[in-house]
């Protein structure tokens, strides 16, 4: 009688560190951390043709992929296909939206899976993990509109608010700013530390804020005004006003600017600056938290907006 082939043993936790290392997001975070991360994964296997998550079924795991491809499937239409040193799981777990997704494997896969609530104690214990994370969910979302088409999956350019013809005293800043930029849930002494440092900017109709290349340090929150967007790879053109954000997605993501921008309309704005955004985020856990639920949540909108990828 043929003997069964003998499952390969499972990785200890010094080969799940190692394996941790070499992933995009990891490297650059101190030894340390992924030692952390390693001691609190363990080693899954699903067979092709096995679902990951379901949707309508909350991600209690977020999960690191060894070998193998999986397919994310929103609303019926798959978005996404991941493989080796991907992260799954993480974007539905952190937007908190039960509806998710389907993840399913396209061939025989190997994970080092992650409670979601072990993550986050990581996350408030290394801030050098969490801007990691911060960096990585950012990046998706420039990548993902990059493949919307010239609108790059913005929409028309909302009415301008009300505001007084003077300069924003602090109260006045901290409204906003817990309004406009996903800080409703983040404590008072959060939102106050940042709008202390954020400046009011009155810019002119034809003053070039970047062109493409320049190094993304800052980003508006536009109050009144437009300003016209124009990408050449690819080609994409697009208008941003109130209730947007300029230039956020590529200054937290790190990346130099991917489209120029110049002012259309006059614009009055509040200038946030990318560094000392991060130190507020690292002083203040639930702000940081905040935001990063933000992103995820606007990444999975920007999958319904989207459409399948080639096979």
Known sequence: ??????KPPQMD????FLFLRTMPGLAEVPPEVSQVIAANTRERSFPKGEYLYRAGVPA????YVVSGECEIIRNGRAVRRLGSRSVVGGVSALAGEELGYDCVALEDMVTLAIAVEDSQ?????HFVLLKRVLRGTSREVLD???KLGESAGFGPVSEPFTFPDRPFDLVERMAFLRKTFSFGDSEIDAIADLARDVQEVHLPKGEVLWNVGD?????LLPLR?????????PDQHFQLGPSDSVGAVDAMADERRWFRAEVAEDLVAFRIDQEFLLEVLEDHFTMAMSLLKS??????????????PPP
């Not at 992103?295 to 399948?308: K, M, P, Q």
């Open 215 to 219: 190094r993304s340090t800052y980003f």
């Open 295 to 308: 992103i995820a949540a606007g990444i999975l909108h920007l999958y319904d907006r989207g459409h399948s």
């Open 13 to 16: 936790r010094f080969q799940r």
């Open 60 to 63: 209690l795991e977020i999960q």
């Open 225 to 233: 005004g437009v300003v016209d967007c124009r990408a050449t790879d």
């Open 1 to 6: 009688m043929p003997e069964k082939a003998q």
């Open 144 to 146: 993902t509109r990059r």
């Open 121 to 125: 104690e990581i996350f408030e214990d």
